[in-house]
């Protein structure tokens, strides 16, 4: 018995690994071959599949798939379908990641779930570092938004793990490590879109946060002592730290005046974009343009989640993309599982900066919003099923697994 339950552990810990490690390696690496990351998928969902017989098919993962069939239909009034089918496989990839991670979430141990999660995620992020320099180096073609998109992700799978083996340590180090290479990215939505969901979460588990943020301080602290001595001690690392350094402190003086360079992305612009996407939208307001009209019509996407839903796919895309939000937020509201109000909060944050990330960016294919989507969906289920009684001979979901 003892056996099976740890081969069943290593099964999951090596499939969340494998997920986890193959959508960041794609996602901020090379993804002009999309289908790489497809058939990867394709691969953890049968062997998945293969050992629970079973998949589970939440809301969230229901409006996705709805939103991916109304973009195929769309299809057939695009005028552009070159441009259109260039954004389909992300679309195609962005559901499959949310089946695959809803699946993990629903029956696997979630303490080797999030293991394998967080190591999968460690294991990418470090190989992205080797390949890239960064942030001890600045790579060409730099794509700021999506390298801090995955560092966000992964301080959801640090502190989400952190809360579930009742460590400090844990999410006050890495997490902080991954809000100083947040930082460095420059990504204002990202460093902003933080801060507010750490002010709104605050707020709404108010009691709670104190309590962690006590306890982070004194952490944090100790280990940056220890931390700071080992580095006096050794000038090479001395060095390099010096130049991520300089990196993040450019990160921080980037974030206060990119809006006002003379570069594309100015906040001008942004406002003409927003007013032709209006515009373009109420012509054909429920239906939209097609996939990705506004990128064909305007040569650029609108930079704004719900200005390009609106353009290209009316009120019916931007209905089913926002109703994934919309139910994360409604489970959160129902919950009634007071023993990990830790772990919501969590959820609430990352939830609200990812709503305000989308309002300036594009995120209705981004596959780290299918992890955190699936992720939160699935533990909050299983949060809630375990506060209710268990008759005799009753199934409950992933019992088998439950941590």
Known sequence: MRVNRAFTLLCSFT???????????????????P??????????????????????FSREVFLSIGLLGYEVLSLSWTDYIKVATATM???????????????????????????GMFAGFIAAAILYTLTSGFPFSYPEDFSYNTIASMYLIG????????????????????G??????????????????????????????????TRGLLKTVAVVAVIGGGIAYGISENPALTERLQTGLARVSTGFAVLTNRESDAGNIGLGNRQGWKREGLKGWIANPVFGNGVEGFRADFGITSHSTPIDL????????????????????WRLVTARNAKRRNIRARIAMVLIAYTFISLSGIVYYDQFLSIFVALSAGLMVRLERE??????????????VNA
């Open 89 to 115: 496989p992300a679309m195609v990839n962005f559901t499959l990641s949310l089946i695959l991670f809803s699946a993990l979430a629903a029956y696997h141990n979630v303490r080797a779930l999030l293991a």
């Open 15 to 33: 499939l969340a690994f494998g997920a986890t490690f193959a959508v960041v390696v794609s996602a901020s690496g090379d993804v002009s071959h």
């Open 310 to 329: 609106l353009y290209n796919s009316g009120l019916i895309g931007f209905a089913l993309f926002y109703a994934i939000f919309a139910s994360i937020a």
């Open 35 to 56: 289908t790489r990351i497809t058939a990867a998928l394709l691969g953890i969902i049968i062997l998945h599949a293969i050992g629970y017989q079973r998949l589970w």
């Open 387 to 400: 506060s209710v009684p268990v008759r005799s001979g009753a199934k409950v979901f992933g019992s088998a």
């Open 155 to 174: 301080l959801f799978i640090t502190l989400t793990f952190g809360a579930y083996i009742r460590s400090t340590v844990l999410p006050a180090s890495v």
């Open 176 to 209: 902080a490590v991954l809000l100083v290479l947040i930082a460095a990215t420059t990504s204002i939505k990202t460093n902003l879109g933080i801060g507010l969901g750490v002010i709104g979460a605050g707020l709404l588990y108010f009691k709670l946060s």
